[in-house]
Structures are given as structure tokens and as C-alpha cells.
């Protein structure tokens, strides 16, 4: 079974529509990450937590918000969607302390119409 | 800010040796990593340098320069596998977030 898990693993919507996108873990890692990649392009962090009641903006988090209602799973809204938000999304995982090493779930391809 | 510098596209035949460069410039410095990502597929962590010198784990390597803020990652005796994206990620403290660079796509070619 992976460890890291992402729902759904493709969607499309309309533009104005909310949409939630799913992260779940069993690697017990208490950080967590959303990242999005446009097309030829590298990931930017939307969002990450260090724990439960730890939430952070990165680079990009304008039109998105996020949950974390556990220590296992990590969601991300888009509260209303946008043709720009079009794109490959990536949930990721970290331990704590020191670590240096991040694992990503398999993505969440999303295509606003 | 940050920005990270890596060439957007390298090729090279099967069995060569292939380097990809990455300079950053960051506020805050603690470790450089690699990751691997095919077509249509997640990253993959390849390999960390948090010192100076060069890391190496199997056919490939890492460098690190701080000093010229300046890294690589060393790919040999490629195979068509090895066909794939490659980023490379700045960490600013021990166990934060990763600023990733736009990615180096190697093609290898027969």
C-alpha cells in the first residue's frame, strides 16, 4: 500500500465551483505539504504544517485554504475555482527534527473549466 | 527571496555522464537536495548535501560548494530510465520547507 495517498487522483470543474483535494499518510510523519506544478515548470508550496494545530502559508496560498483534521490527512480547498488553478497538485510528507527527505503522494491532476 | 538556477534541458546517450548545475541565491542556508521525477509521476528524493563535497549513492552524485552557494548532481553510465526531470530543492533550516528549482528535463537517447 503507498504512504502517502492522494484523492481524487484526477478532477475536472467549473470555474466558481469548491473543490477539496485529499491527503492521507501512514508514514506517521508530522509535517505536511501542498505544492503545486504547472506544466515544464517546479513545485511551488501552497501550504504546510508542522503538526495539527500548526498551519502555514508558502509561496502561493492566495484562492486556497487548507485543513488539517488529523495527523494523518492534510486537505486543500479551493474555495472558488479558477481557470488558473488549473494544474498538477502534490501533497508531501516530512518527519520532524532534522530530517531532510520529503515523500509525495502520487498527485491530483485538476483542470478548471 | 529565493531563486534557484538549473538548465531547463540536457541530452546525452546511453552510458554517458551527464552534470546538472544548480546556483541558488536565499536569505538562509541549511541543505541542498535532489529529486527525480518521471513523466507523469511524483518526486523522488535522490540524494542531500548539507556540507561541503560531494555525496555519492550508487551511479549518482551530489556536490555542494556554500561558499559559491553552487551545486550538482552527477548522473553516470546513464540509462534510458534515467530519462526523467530533475529539481533541485533548497532547504533554509533543518526539517522546513523545500524551495525547489524549475527543473532540469535529461533525455537519454540510444
Known amino acids: 500500500d503507498a504512504d502517502v495517498t492522494q484523492t481524487p487522483r484526477n478532477r475536472i470543474t467549473k470555474t466558481g465551483k469548491r473543490i477539496m483535494l485529499e491527503c492521507s499518510q501512514t508514514?506517521?510523519?508530522?509535517?505536511m505539504y501542498w505544492y503545486r506544478q504547472d506544466p515544464g515548470l517546479g513545485l511551488r508550496l501552497i501550504y504546510y504544517?508542522?503538526?495539527?494545530?500548526?498551519?502555514n502559508k508558502g509561496e502561493i496560498s492566495d484562492g486556497y485554504s487548507v485543513s488539517r483534521q488529523a495527523q494523518a490527512k492534510f486537505s486543500l480547498s479551493l474555495e472558488s475555482a479558477i481557470p488558473n488553478q488549473t494544474a498538477l497538485y502534490f501533497c508531501?510528507?516530512?518527519?520532524?527534527?532534522?530530517?531532510?527527505?520529503?515523500?509525495f503522494g502520487p498527485g491530483t491532476r485538476l483542470l478548471v473549466l | 527571496g529565493q531563486s534557484l538556477e538549473q538548465p531547463s534541458e540536457v541530452t546525452a546517450v546511453e552510458g554517458a555522464i551527464v552534470q546538472i548545475n544548480c546556483t541558488y541565491q536565499?536569505?538562509?542556508?541549511?541543505?541542498l537536495s535532489w529529486y527525480q521525477q518521471h513523466d507523469g509521476g511524483a518526486p523522488t528524493f535522490l540524494s542531500y548535501?548539507?556540507?561541503?563535497g560531494l555525496e555519492e549513492t550508487g551511479r549518482f552524485s551530489s556536490f555542494l560548494s556554500r561558499s559559491d552557494s553552487y551545486g550538482y548532481l552527477l548522473l553516470q553510465e546513464l540509462q534510458m530510465k534515467d530519462s526523467a526531470s530533475y529539481f533541485c530543492?533548497?532547504?533554509?533550516?533543518?526539517?522546513?520547507?523545500?524551495?525547489f528549482g524549475g527543473g532540469t528535463r535529461v533525455l537519454v537517447k540510444p
Open positions: 508531501a510528507t516530512m518527519p520532524g527534527g532534522s530530517s531532510e527527505t520529503q515523500y
Open positions: 508514514k506517521g510523519h508530522d509535517r
Open positions: 504544517s508542522f503538526d495539527v494545530k500548526d498551519i
Open positions: 536565499t536569505s538562509g542556508f541549511y541543505g
Open positions: 548535501n548539507a556540507l561541503d
Open positions: 530543492a533548497v532547504q533554509k533550516a533543518a526539517g522546513n520547507k523545500l524551495t
